[in-house]
Nanobody, 113 residues
Framework: QVQLVESGGGLVQPGGSLRLSCAASGFTFSRYAMSWYRQAFGKQREFVAHIVSGETKTTADSVKGRFTISRDNAKSTVYLQMNNLKPEDTAVYYC???????WGQGTQVTVSS
């Protein structure tokens, strides 16, 4: 069965960095686009970034220039490198197989001094 497991979240000060990982299993990872979303407390889930191949990427305007999505097909893993984090980036971050109902359990990112 399809499984997506996020990791790498935590508490970081404003201006800091984190790298999230999402390990996928149960399907041929290289054949699918992958995405990251986030949901802050009391708000709707929102798109963060999307990757089809190594070069085809889309990033939300709110994180452009600070967040970078990448993937390692050999490891069936998608990453989200987050730099210059801001308090408004605080949320639970989820990975998903694009266009599917498969979601991970999420990983909490808290940006606070």
């Amino acid at each position: 069965q399809v499984q997506l497991v996020e990791s790498g979240g935590g508490l970081v000060q404003p201006g800091g960095s984190l790298r999230l990982s999402c390990a996928a299993s149960g399907f041929t990872f290289s054949r699918y686009a992958m995405s990251w979303y986030r949901q802050a407390f009391g708000k709707q889930r929102e798109f963060v970034a999307h990757i089809v191949s190594g070069e085809t990427k889309t990033t939300a305007d709110s994180v452009k220039g600070r967040f970078t999505i990448s993937r390692d097909n050999a490891k069936s893993t998608v990453y989200l490198q987050m730099n210059n984090l801001k308090p408004e980036d605080t949320a639970v971050y989820y990975c998903t197989r694009w266009g599917s109902d498969y979601w991970g359990q999420g990983t909490q990112v808290t940006v606070s001094s």
